[in-house]
T-cell receptor, first 110, second 116 residues
Framework: GESVGLHLPTLSVQEGDNSIINCAYSNSASDYFIWYKQESGKGPQFIIDIRSNMDKRQGQRVTVLLNKTVKHLSLQIAATQPGDSAVYFCAETEGNQFYFGTGTSLTVIP | GAVVSQHPSRVICKSGTSVKIECRSLDFQATTMFWYRQFPKKSLMLMATSNEGSKATYEQGVEKDKFLINHASLTLSTLTVTSAHPEDSSFYIC????????????FGQGTRLTVV
């Protein structure tokens, strides 16, 4: 059947380099943001989150930056590894509303 | 972390039959569950939001009579694809949000539906 939905942007990086994945959100009232990683054939997995009262949060090899002025969210992955190849989605929430961004397909080149 | 179990992971059915997909929150109570559909190399498309004990809210363009959602308890939501057709073949994913404690949503493993 005909496929629907937005085509995923793609990003290719060399193994060991840092990756930056960007996401623009639309709702200025969103107060909680999450990055998910989805490997082929699997459901999305939580990576890191950030609340709207913060502009940066760090995890293991990952950093999320939030710029509320321009409604922009980014995910930085340090020293990218082949296992990081996946589709990455940002999600914004406000109350009970939960919306995903388009997603970015990351390919790590060995 | 919280676990959401989705069953079955794969199903093949004949055109015209109905298929039920279950989504269970195993170690937490979920006030809200979400159902998504995903085509290959495409983003997740929200189909509907279901709240325990009330009718699901469907996104525009999603046929509620085609995709029946039941959220009978705080740990179980079901999606039934009725009178399935080959164009219903897709990857269906559920997610659940925990009551009060977190805003984060946890995802099931997804169900690959193939209608032949």
């Amino acid at each position: 059947g005909e496929s629907v939905g937005l085509h995923l942007p793609t990003l290719s990086v060399q193994e060991g380099d840092n990756s930056i994945i960007n996401c623009a959100y639309s709702n200025s009232a969103s107060d909680y943001f999450i990055w998910y990683k989805q490997e082929s054939g699997k459901g999305p997995q939580f990576i890191i989150d950030i609340r709207s009262n913060m502009d940066k949060r760090q995890g293991q090899r990952v950093t999320v930056l939030l710029n509320k002025t321009v409604k922009h969210l980014s995910l930085q992955i340090a020293a990218t590894q082949p296992g990081d190849s996946a589709v990455y989605f940002c999600a914004e929430t406000e109350g009970n509303q939960f919306y995903f961004g388009t997603g970015t397909s990351l390919t790590v080149i060995p | 972390g919280a676990v959401v179990s989705q069953h079955p992971s794969r199903v093949i059915c004949k055109s015209g039959t109905s298929v039920k997909i279950e989504c269970r929150s195993l170690d937490f109570q979920a006030t809200t569950m979400f159902w998504y559909r995903q085509f290959p190399k495409k983003s997740l498309m929200l189909m509907a939001t279901s709240n325990e004990g009330s009718k699901a809210t469907y996104e525009q363009g999603v046929e509620k009579d085609k995709f029946l959602i039941n959220h009978a308890s705080l740990t179980l939501s079901t999606l039934t694809v009725t009178s399935a057709h080959p164009e219903d073949s897709s990857f269906y994913i559920c997610s659940a949000r925990e009551i009060q404690r977190r805003a984060e949503a946890f995802f099931g493993q997804g169900t690959r539906l193939t209608v032949v």
